[in-house]
């Protein structure tokens, strides 16, 4: 029958505190001025990544794992490890679960894909309850507009549209959040343009289909969806304006000739959000879903049918209603440590609408606790009301003496932290800030590991993805493409490049080295990894783990 008791690691003792330590954001890449890391002095990453080739010298060790895409199979190489095999850039909830679960899940883009692809999607509840504002009322989709693959993705909108027109949707308003941020600034206008043309297909065809409001991502919650054809001149007009930036764009809402807003929520009416990833979507899902909800005043308070592409919070169970099944992700590793007594301490910076990267998402999108009494997660408070490039160096400083403190209290045996620095600045695409922020990590990161060098601990360094390594878009062969202006095109979203993963520190069994047969080491290699460190052997069904014990 099924245990939770892990058994034995044959050669590495327990009682060893570990601190795992992800860089968000982090990637390898090429060094040249677009490489944030290369510029920036970062001395305790640099001595992680020598240290490879000393390994013999010393107990740090040094790999490259895969970025966190959710892929299951993969091909070429990257100095022996996984490399792309699509175009899907990592990103933190993938990076995380995978971190976190050490098994590989097909997870919401993909979901959505299958059950687009089947049809399934028109089959379930959560469309059933929808379509039954169809034949009277309007059907509102909302969500981030972009092919970025990280929130939401262009085509599943398209196919949604079709799907839901092609099954009586008569009147349909798409309510738009410009991106920006997962893919290249600027780049909304053509989004929007492909779906006007989508658009203006289907009302040849006789339905009622406009772009109704929008805003910047970042600007806007879309709780503003107060109400298009003339869609494409307010991003155009708004994108004029000097400074104009896509994740920031001031909310609008098309009007007709009488001033009159073309797509307001009304009563009987559906409503649809249709980003499959869940961090950012839970906040806007209370707005419309609770009938108590006390954030903010909500003025107008519509009686419609709400369902949300995925669940987006299996313990609060929100949205009630859902298009797609969310991944089951059972059996982390953080349940199974608890289980076997390890005490857990996690810590990361808060920012707006993001969940705990080494919480929610390295507990498979589980909020709150396992066990109350062996877990402690802190959250720091972001700066409100900035951009993180005018404060580049975040919280780094104040993350670090938590989980310092943490480790030096004798209290817990494993302390986890994201320092967050990489890629929140990465996504500003102010280079010389993500430069700053860098450096801020890099001295985080030392903080942490004195204090496990204090206690004769453990470190396991990495990161979820990459991001601040490279800053510029880029022609196949490598080289930075020019934009319009003739300036360089700023990268602000995440990269396709593999991230480090180190192992190190006093308490390191001195046999301990990376192993060689692991074909493509990713993300999902590190839990079974961290779970050895403990001195635990892992699951049967989690990827295998990234070291081995030398016989003497
Ligand atoms: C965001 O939500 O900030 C970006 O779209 C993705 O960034 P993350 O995956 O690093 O959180
Ligand atoms: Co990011």
């Given at each position: ?62 790999a490259i794992l895969g970025c966190?895409?959710?892929v299951e199979t993969s091909e070429g190489s990257w100095n022996g490890c996984r490399s792309s095999i ?18 590989i ?393 593999p991230?480090?993963a ?12 990376f192993r060689t047969d692991i074909q493509t080491p990713g993300l999902a290699n590190v839990?079974a990894t ?13 990827e295998p783990t990234l070291i081995e014990?030398?016989?003497?």
């Open positions: 029958g099924f245990s939770w008791t892990l058994p034995d690691h044959p050669k590495l003792p327990k009682g060893k505190p570990v601190a795992v330590v992800v860089l968000d954001g982090w990637g390898e890449a090429n060094p040249d001025e677009y490489n944030c890391i290369h510029v920036a002095q970062t001395p305790v990453m640099d001595s992680l990544k020598n240290a490879c080739s000393l390994h013999a010298l010393t107990h740090r060790f040094c966190s895409r959710e699509d175009d899907d850039m990592g990103n933190s909830e993938v990076g995380h679960n995978a971190l976190g679960a050490g098994r899940f097909a997870q919401g883009a993909k979901l959505v894909d299958q059950a687009l692809a089947s049809g399934k999607i028109y089959e379930g509840d959560g469309f059933n309850y929808i379509k039954e504002s169809f034949e009277n009322a309007t059907l509102h989709l909302i969500g981030l507009l972009s092919d970025g693959g990280v929130h939401s993705r262009l085509d599943q909108l398209q196919l949604l549209l079709k799907g839901a027109s092609e099954r009586g949707a008569k009147r349909i308003r798409v309510h738009i959040l410009t991106d920006g941020r997962d893919v290249l600034d600027g780049s909304s206008v053509g989004f929007v343009e492909t779906l006007e043309n989508d658009l203006s297909q289907l009302r040849e065809k006789g339905i009622d289909a406009r772009i109704a409001s929008g805003g910047g991502r970042m600007y806007v919650t879309m709780d503003r969806y107060e109400n298009d054809w003339d869609v494409i001149k307010p991003v155009k007009t708004l994108r004029a304006e000097p400074n104009a930036n896509d994740q920031y764009l001031p909310p609008f809402v098309i009007v007709d000739d009488s001033g009159n807003a073309v797509g307001p929520v009304l009563d009987g009416d559906a409503v649809v959000t249709i980003n499959f990833r869940a961090d950012r979507m839970v906040m806007l899902a209370k707005a419309l879903e609770y009938a108590d909800f006390d954030k903010f005043d909500r003025v107008r308070v519509p009686k419609f049918r709400y369902a949300g592409m995925l669940q987006y919070d299996g313990e609060l169970k929100l949205p009630s209603r859902y298009l797609v099944s969310p991944p089951e992700i059972e059996r982390t590793s953080g349940e199974y440590l608890v289980k076997n007594g390890i005490r857990t301490f996690a810590c990361r910076q808060v920012e707006t609408v993001k969940f705990g990267h080494v919480t929610f998402f390295w507990n498979g999108n589980r909020s709150g606790y396992f066990d109350e009494t062996k877990e402690e997660y802190v959250e720091i408070p972001s700066d409100s009301g900035i951009t993180f490039n005018v404060a580049p160096k975040m919280k780094a400083l104040e993350i670090a003496e938590k989980a310092r403190d943490a480790i030096l209290s004798g209290k817990f045996d494993q302390v986890r932290v994201n320092l967050p620095n990489g890629d929140m600045v990465g996504h500003t695409g102010d280079i010389e800030a993500t430069v700053v922020t860098c450096k801020a990590a890099d001295a985080a990161a030392k903080i942490i590991l004195d204090a496990v060098e204090q206690v004769g601990g453990i470190y396991l360094v990495t990161a979820d993805h990459g991001n601040a390594e490279d800053m510029v878009k880029r022609s196949k062969s490598g080289k930075p493409l020019l934009g319009k202006s003739g300036g360089i095109q700023i990268l602000t979203s995440h990269t396709l490049q991230v480090p180190a192992i190190g520190g006093p308490g390191l069994h001195p046999g301990v080295k839990a961290v779970m050895n460190l403990h001195g635990f052997e892992a699951p049967a069904d989690y014990v030398a016989e003497n």
